[in-house]
């Protein structure tokens, strides 16, 4: 299997390369961003672009891949919505709809957030501009999209994210979270269990298109 992943610098991202470089049976992964990621791996192909709303130049190298983890994301924290939604819908839709006609028997996950709201109504605007995004996503003629809404995820591995508010909050609740998870694991994710479920997913389907943090931990028992 060969995969796609943007956003491999971020929290998730990175969780999702280290599941696919422990996977024997991913073969090759592309990774594509605005910056390096810094890993050097054999498997490991890195396209650092600082336009990703001009992707049609490079057909060859998009070309071939039976996955992409689309892991982009920010939080709307001091944005209006029509940043937000320039950054989490219409930069996802370019960047998927270039994909589904390079790759029309792709597997595309895309990770969102619990609480998105699929009916597009919602007064808070992050919710419904991922709904949205989530709705359109899954029009496009892929072979399969998979929506993920975890909820909390624990970062391991020496995982850091990149949003400075979330680094707070894993700081401040960091030592809990281990024996959390244990008792509530289908609740409390972890930054591997979200790269295995997106392998599994793109592998063997998964039992429904939108998956809550429940369905996400199923799909790697």
């Keep these: 299997m060969k995969v796609i992943i943007f956003g491999a ?35 490991i192909k890195e396209w650092v672009t600082s336009d990703l709303f001009d992707l049609g130049g490079r ?3 998009l070309s071939g891949y039976d996955a992409c983890f689309f892991c982009l994301g920010v939080s709307s924290s001091g944005m209006d919505e029509a940043r937000y939604t320039r950054i989490t819908h219409d930069l996802t ?3 998927a709809g270039t994909l589904c006609r390079l790759n029309p028997g792709m597997t595309f996950i895309y990770l969102s957030g619990a609480g998105a709201d699929s009916t597009e109504n ?9 709904g949205r ?17 975890p909820g909390i995820i624990q970062p391991l591995d020496g995982i ?7 680094r707070l909050f894993y700081s401040a609740i ?8 244990r008792l509530i694991p289908k609740v409390i994710l972890t ?10 997913a793109a592998r063997r389907g998964a039992p429904k298109a939108v998956l809550e943090a429940a369905d996400i931990y199923a799909l790697t028992t």
């Excluded at 999702?16 to 054999?42: I, K, W, Y």
């Excluded at 995004?133 to 993920?148: D, G, I, M, Q, S």
């Excluded at 960091?174 to 998870?181: D, E, S």
């Design 93 to 95: 839709l370019s960047v």
């Design 160 to 166: 850091r994210s990149k949003t400075s508010s979330y």
């Design 191 to 200: 930054t591997d269990g979200m790269g295995r479920a997106m392998i599994a």
């Design 174 to 181: 960091g030592p809990l979270l281990t024996p959390l998870r």
């Design 59 to 61: 057909a060859a190298d």
């Design 133 to 149: 995004t989530e709705n359109e996503l899954r029009r496009l003629p892929f072979k399969a999209v998979y929506v993920f809404r």
């Design 9 to 43: 610098t971020g929290m998730v991202g990175q969780g999702a390369l280290n599941a696919c470089l422990r996977d024997r049976e991913v073969s090759q992964v592309l990774l594509v961003g605005r910056t390096a990621s810094g890993r050097m791996e054999p498997r």
């Design 122 to 130: 919602s007064r808070t605007m992050w919710t419904r501009v991922r």
